[in-house]
């Protein structure tokens, strides 16, 4: 029997997610986190765990730019965890070159909206044992320099890009987040789920990790106090334990005030979400991962 509310974290080895995996675990929570390192994860649940010494902390492994992986680690997930309070999907990446995953998928696409899409749908069956549960997706304002969106052609574009080309690509995954939040607060509606997202602001974490002058940047930033990843962690704490945004769903909200942001377009055209759902939806289905 499951006494602890439980909260299944991706990305929380570093960064955002490892901040917000220790503030959960201080308040009672039953961690669940992804990992593709087993030594990271070995160090990341020594740093929750000295901190709170009676933190529950589990760990599932696998590369959530493969479906494939996302698949298996979402059903291994779910027949441990029976009832899910909370579903935080965290982990990105902004890749400066382009890669392809070995199923065909441009890599950004592939970890930053089809890898939580995937995850959030099979993990359904135990947020909704849960009574009243609740999914946080890690957007960006950064969706608001996207380029021009295509569907379906986005999802699979695996055409080569440069280090400054990278910018648009990465800022249109995190726009996908923000309208498959909408919509799926809408085909969610009539369940006791509630589904949010959020901008994280400027945060100093290993996202720009590819950058040869990544560690530099860092440091100078840290001292300046520049991008300081406890802001961004903040605000996800709060969707997820505030009772006021308990109550909301289908939202995008800011780092700081906490407010509701109106997305660029087109991520507020409804028109345009329900398309995304549909091709995102076909696109898994046509290759075999989703029936």
């Known amino acids: 029997m499951q006494k602890s509310p439980v909260v299944v974290i991706t990305g929380a080895t570093s960064g955002l997610g490892q901040i917000v995996a220790i503030e959960l675990a201080k308040q009672g929570f039953h961690l669940v986190l992804t990992a593709r390192s087993k030594e990271r994860a070995a160090a990341t649940k020594k740093i929750i765990q000295d901190t709170t010494s009676s933190a529950k902390v589990d760990f599932f492994y696998g590369d959530l730019s493969l479906m494939s992986?996302?698949?298996?680690?979402?059903?291994e997930i779910i027949a441990?965890?029976?009832?899910?309070n909370v579903l935080l999907n965290n982990a990105g990446i902004h890749a400066f070159k382009p890669r392809v995953t070995s199923e065909g998928f441009?890599?950004?696409?592939?970890?930053?909206y089809l890898a939580p899409w995937l995850l959030t749908h099979i993990l359904k069956p135990s947020l909704q044992n849960?009574?009243?549960a609740t999914v946080v997706n890690?957007?960006?304002e950064a969706s608001r320099n996207h380029g021009v969106l295509k569907l379906?052609?986005?999802?699979?574009?695996?055409?080569?890009?440069t280090a400054r080309g990278s910018s648009p690509i990465y800022g249109k995954t995190k726009l996908l987040n923000i309208m498959f939040t909408i919509e799926l607060a809408r085909q969610w509606?009539?369940?006791?789920?509630?589904?949010?997202?959020?901008?994280?602001g400027f945060n100093v974490t290993g996202l720009g990790r590819e950058l040869k002058f990544a560690a530099i940047l860092e440091?100078?930033?840290k001292f300046f106090n520049i991008g300081n990843p406890q802001k961004g962690a903040e605000i996800i704490t709060r969707l997820i334990l505030d009772p006021k945004y308990q109550v909301e769903t289908g939202g995008y909200f800011n780092v700081g005030t906490g407010k509701l942001i109106t997305p660029v377009q087109p991520g507020r055209d409804g028109t345009m979400q329900k398309r995304l759902w549909k091709c995102t939806q076909d696109l898994l289905i046509q290759k075999g991962f989703l029936k």
């Open 69 to 75: 992986e996302v698949i298996r680690m979402g059903q």
């Open 80 to 84: 441990a965890y029976p009832i899910i």
């Open 106 to 112: 441009p890599e950004m696409i592939a970890v930053n």
């Open 130 to 132: 849960a009574g009243k």
């Open 138 to 140: 890690v957007a960006s």
């Open 152 to 161: 379906p052609e986005d999802l699979t574009d695996t055409v080569p890009f």
């Open 189 to 200: 509606s009539d369940t006791s789920i509630n589904v949010n997202a959020l901008n994280p």
């Open 219 to 221: 440091r100078i930033l």
